[in-house]
């Protein structure tokens, strides 16, 4: 333990003024160990595992018992013939939601946002949030109830006006839009919450000031509202293209039919099928660990260039 001497007092060193400051805040702390204790136990004990990608893995053996494979698996997954082709589905799909998906919690929320009726505003509100609570599984039954070509209510309605039915589940051409359609349904109101909880921080002396000097809706908007959320707007930003691999597992595998597999496969639901289904978990391993890398670059990069060029950053 050091200390350093000045002007005749005796200071505490950098570890004693940690521990110090550890012990003041020990109540704050106490809150803080379970999730922490879940934290280590379930996200960062499991990570040991991840040692099987550079194995090749035996059961009698274990996984520090089998032998060593080096970068083998990483190799095959760039030299698979799939790879190309659930890349680019994994980015397709990724890429879509993040057009149409990242702008519509945004648009929801001006849109709240200027409702005068404070019991409309409520009542939409907790419809919108509702479709956030509902499993994919429930999502997916019930388009897959709604687009039936035998009856579904969407081919009813053709059937009606003498046209004829059609498989939307099974179209390739028309997979992407209802992923993009479904992904925004549920998640639009929930994603909606942090961009009120912001605008509800906007002074509102700003609108009366603009106001007076004769600003309008859109002038209010673009100079002040938009602004004012630009910090909001980027960390979220941030968070979904450090995401931009993860195409959604659970929709994705639920909507997938044989039909739409060509542009179905993603990377997740790819790693699903070598390793639980045909049993390479060393490959698919390795799949998900070439994902994983992939995410914390783009984080990031993205980090980077956004403190760069908005001085908005995650650190």
């Known amino acids: 333990m050091t200390a350093k001497v000045a002007r005749g007092k005796v200071l505490p060193s950098k570890k004693n003024k940690t521990w110090a400051t550890v012990w003041n805040f020990r109540h704050i702390y106490l809150f803080m160990l379970p999730a922490i204790i879940w934290y280590l136990v379930f996200c960062y004990y499991p990570m040991y595992g991840i040692l099987i990608a550079f194995k090749d893995f035996k059961y009698n053996l274990g996984i520090l018992g089998s032998p060593w494979e080096g970068f083998r698996y990483f190799k095959q997954f760039l030299s698979d ?5 659930v890349l ?3 980015l397709s799909i990724s890429a879509l939601k993040l057009l149409f998906g990242f702008p519509a919690p945004l648009i929801l929320a001006l849109m709240l946002n200027g409702v005068m009726s404070g019991k409309f505003k409520r009542i939409f509100q907790t419809i919108s949030y509702l479709p956030h609570f509902v499993s994919w599984v429930v999502v997916v039954t019930l388009m897959q109830k709604i687009l039936s070509p035998n009856v579904g209510l969407i081919n009813d309605i053709r ?6 039915p059609i498989f939307f589940m099974g179209m390739p051409s028309l997979f992407y839009p209802l992923v993009i359609i479904s992904d925004i349904w549920k ?4 994603g909606s919450i942090i961009y009120l909880a912001a ?17 309008g809706r859109w002038s209010k908007l673009f100079k002040i509202t938009l ?28 909507m997938q039919t044989p039909a739409t597999l060509s542009v179905s496969e993603i990377l997740d639901t790819y790693v699903l099928k070598t390793g639980i289904q045909q049993g390479q978990f060393a490959y698919s391993t390795a799949i998900g660990l070439f994902k994983s890398f992939i995410s914390l670059i783009l984080i990031v990069a993205v980090n980077k260039v956004s403190k760069k060029v908005s001085d908005v950053s995650l650190w």
């Not at 013939?81 to 082709?85: E, I, Q, T």
């Not at 998640?187 to 929930?190: A, C, D, I, K, S």
């Not at 605008?199 to 000097?213: C, R, S």
Request: without cysteine; glycine residues 12%.
């Open 88 to 90: 680019y589905n994994t």
């Open 187 to 190: 998640g639009v109101g929930w």
């Open 159 to 164: 059937d009606h006006m003498g046209m004829e």
């Open 81 to 85: 013939s799939s790879f190309y082709s």
């Open 227 to 254: 602004p004012t959320l630009t910090p909001t707007i980027g960390i979220l930003l941030i968070f979904s293209l450090s995401g931009v691999l993860n195409a959604g597992f659970d929709q994705i595998w639920l």
């Open 199 to 215: 605008l509800t921080n906007i002074d509102p002396h700003l609108y009366e000031a603009a106001e007076m000097d004769g600003a």
